[in-house]
């Protein structure tokens, strides 16, 4: 019954998912699918930038390639329903994971069913059709290989280095990964017993184990497509696009007054009272994950969804001690066969037709614009329709593959034309000669009093109107 419950959480509760389904709003997965399409077209790994006609040539990897392919197959089979579906389950599995492994913890369902809905509020962060959502799956089950060894089952760890190679293909939270197992090793190397830590230390062949896996996984990075250069992908993320991390609203802190900041809060406060009230003997490891995945979390909004799933599951334990305990451990199949029942039907009523989800689509994106763009075209463009623009086959200025742009100077230079800064000497240097812009953005108005440029299609939009702009030829030279 739970698990039917929790599977039918997102589809009613998600902003993506419920009455609402934003999740078409999410400008990066039609370039995600034009990925998807080219890669399985050509069978060869994306290594140059196939897209934007201001990075032609230019180096540019698909660091996201194997998430991709799924929601391309559903996309092909149903449409804009299939990438419905697999974001729907792809979030569902996620919060089952995360249950599975507080119920392993607390030997609770109650509290086991409590911390994953307080997870669900951390995740609606990146509730989307996010590849990212893959790579929490795969920190899910990393975290319960390391939860199975606690328990005596050491032989799992030899799992973990076909892990990190399917992860780096599946995200560059892979890095995070290893950072985690690193955390585990380094805090098991000593005995601690003060207070409320206590804790052996490793033995020396579990450490030489360790050790070994370690660096089994750290070398099964190299297994992909790219190379060392799918590796190097996240630190070039930190180090490398300043500009992207500064801009970009899920890269900012936490906002206490959000969906998520407010679940940040609970979360951290049940767990504080319920070690008040009844304490455990704690591993350092556990409190060092726990540190590092809040403070990322407050630190990055994006990060809420990290700090679920490391933080949940030990949750559920503290819950466990607090809250009353089951009063009957026997199940009643006939009232869990109807709430399944009823929680199927939901399903099948809830899930969202093609027609409603094409009309989601042409609120948020001027499709009969793009539709009509030239591929011979020079166009100007916001990066939110970019990802459009490269599923339907147009060039591009530019799209939110912020990393490739950001290196070359393109994603500075985009914003100042959008802004009407240095414009016309930027669109020049491109050779821009058509521009795809809202009717509220300062180039719109720019061009509207500009001699030489004229509105050749309208298309409303959000909250607003899309334009689309042409630039009338030159004279030809007269003798």
Same mark, same amino acid.
């Given at each position: 019954?739970?698990?039917?419950?929790?599977?039918?959480?997102?589809?009613?509760?998600?902003?993506?998912?419920?009455?609402?389904?934003?999740?078409?709003?999410?400008?990066?997965?039609?370039?995600?699918?034009?990925?998807?399409?080219?890669?399985?077209?050509?069978?060869?790994?994306?290594?140059?930038?196939?897209?934007?006609?201001?990075?032609?040539?230019?180096?540019?990897?698909?660091?996201?390639?194997?998430?991709?392919?799924?929601? &391309?197959?559903?996309?092909?089979? #149903?449409? $804009?329903?299939?990438?419905?579906?697999? !974001? %729907? @389950? +792809?979030?569902?599995?996620? /919060?089952?994971?995360?249950?599975?492994?507080?119920?392993?913890?607390?030997?609770?369902?109650?509290?086991?069913?409590?911390?994953?809905?307080?997870?669900?509020?951390?995740?609606?962060?990146?509730?989307?059709?996010?590849?990212?959502?893959?790579?929490?799956?795969?920190?899910?089950?990393?975290?319960?290989?390391?939860?199975?060894?606690?328990?005596?089952?050491?032989?799992?760890? &030899?799992?973990?280095?076909?892990? #990190?190679? $399917?992860?780096?293909?599946?995200?560059? !939270? %892979? @890095? +995070?990964?290893?950072?985690? /197992?690193?955390?585990?090793?380094?805090?098991?190397?000593?005995?601690?017993?003060?207070?409320?830590?206590?804790?052996?230390?490793?033995?020396?062949?579990?450490?030489?184990?360790?050790?070994?896996?370690?660096?089994?996984?750290?070398?099964?990075?190299?297994?992909?497509?790219?190379?060392?250069?799918?590796?190097?992908?996240?630190?070039?993320?930190?180090?490398?696009?300043?500009?992207?991390?500064?801009?970009?609203?899920?890269?900012?802190?936490?906002?206490?007054?959000?969906?998520?900041?407010?679940?940040?809060?609970?979360?951290?406060?049940?767990?504080?009272?319920?070690?008040?009230?009844?304490?455990?003997?704690?591993?350092?490891?556990?409190?060092?994950?726990?540190?590092?995945?809040?403070?990322?979390?407050?630190?990055?909004?994006?990060?809420?969804?990290?700090?679920?799933?490391?933080?949940?599951?030990?949750?559920?334990?503290?819950?466990?001690?607090?809250?009353?305990?089951?009063?009957?451990?026997?199940?009643?199949?006939?009232?869990?066969?109807?709430?399944?029942?009823?929680?199927?039907?939901?399903?099948?009523?809830?899930?969202?037709?093609?027609?409603?989800?094409?009309?989601?689509?042409?609120?948020?994106?001027?499709?009969?614009?793009?539709?009509?763009?030239?591929?011979?075209?020079?166009?100007?463009?916001?990066?939110?329709?970019?990802?459009?623009?490269?599923?339907?086959?147009?060039?591009?200025?530019?799209?939110?593959?912020?990393?490739?742009?950001?290196?070359?100077?393109?994603?500075?230079?985009?914003?100042?034309?959008?802004?009407?800064?240095?414009?016309?000497?930027?669109?020049?240097?491109?050779?821009?000669?058509?521009?795809?812009?809202?009717?509220?953005?300062?180039?719109?108005?720019?061009?509207?009093?500009?001699?030489?440029?004229?509105?050749?299609?309208?298309?409303?939009?959000?909250?607003?109107?899309?334009?689309?702009?042409?630039?009338?030829?030159?004279?030809?030279?007269?003798?």
């Amino acid at each position: 019954m739970n698990m039917a419950l929790l599977i039918l959480l997102p589809m009613v509760a998600a902003p993506t998912l419920n009455y609402a389904r934003t999740l078409l709003v999410d400008p990066d997965i039609w370039w995600h699918l034009s990925n998807a399409r080219l890669l399985l077209a050509t069978h060869h790994a994306i290594q140059t930038d196939p897209y934007a006609f201001t990075a032609v040539g230019q180096r540019w990897i698909d660091w996201e390639w194997l998430s991709e392919i799924p929601y &391309w197959y559903s996309y092909q089979v #149903f449409g $804009l329903r299939g990438i419905y579906l697999i !974001t %729907w @389950l +792809v979030l569902a599995a996620n /919060l089952i994971f995360v249950y599975g492994r507080g119920y392993w913890l607390a030997r609770s369902a109650d509290a086991a069913l409590w911390s994953t809905a307080i997870a669900f509020f951390l995740m609606t962060v990146n509730s989307g059709p996010r590849m990212i959502e893959f790579a929490y799956l795969a920190m899910s089950a990393e975290l319960a290989i390391l939860e199975a060894v606690d328990r005596g089952h050491k032989r799992l760890l &030899w799992l973990l280095p076909p892990l #990190f190679c $399917l992860w780096i293909n599946l995200h560059g !939270t %892979w @890095l +995070v990964g290893l950072g985690l /197992l690193g955390i585990y090793i380094a805090c098991g190397v000593f005995s601690l017993n003060l207070g409320a830590f206590e804790q052996r230390a490793f033995s020396r062949n579990m450490r030489v184990q360790l050790l070994a896996v370690f660096l089994a996984s750290a070398l099964l990075l190299l297994v992909n497509p790219c190379g060392w250069r799918l590796v190097w992908q996240p630190f070039d993320m930190m180090f490398n696009q300043k500009l992207s991390v500064a801009t970009l609203a899920e890269w900012q802190p936490l906002s206490l007054s959000s969906m998520e900041g407010r679940g940040v809060v609970i979360a951290i406060a049940l767990m504080v009272i319920a070690n008040c009230i009844r304490g455990r003997k704690w591993k350092v490891y556990e409190l060092a994950m726990i540190f590092f995945a809040w403070y990322t979390a407050i630190n990055h909004h994006r990060f809420t969804y990290l700090a679920a799933i490391i933080t949940t599951p030990m949750l559920a334990r503290d819950l466990s001690r607090t809250i009353a305990k089951d009063p009957n451990t026997n199940t009643i199949p006939k009232a869990n066969l109807a709430m399944i029942a009823g929680a199927v039907c939901a399903m099948v009523f809830f899930f969202p037709s093609e027609a409603s989800l094409k009309k989601m689509q042409g609120i948020m994106f001027p499709m009969q614009t793009i539709a009509s763009i030239e591929p011979s075209w020079r166009t100007y463009n916001e990066d939110y329709v970019g990802g459009m623009m490269d599923l339907q086959s147009k060039p591009v200025f530019i799209d939110s593959r912020f990393d490739s742009f950001e290196h070359l100077g393109v994603m500075a230079e985009a914003r100042s034309i959008l802004d009407g800064r240095n414009a016309f000497a930027l669109m020049d240097k491109y050779r821009v000669d058509h521009v795809l812009v809202k009717d509220d953005k300062q180039i719109a108005y720019l061009l509207q009093h500009t001699a030489g440029w004229r509105i050749v299609r309208r298309e409303k939009a959000w909250q607003g109107e899309y334009l689309l702009f042409a630039k009338d030829p030159a004279p030809a030279a007269t003798q």
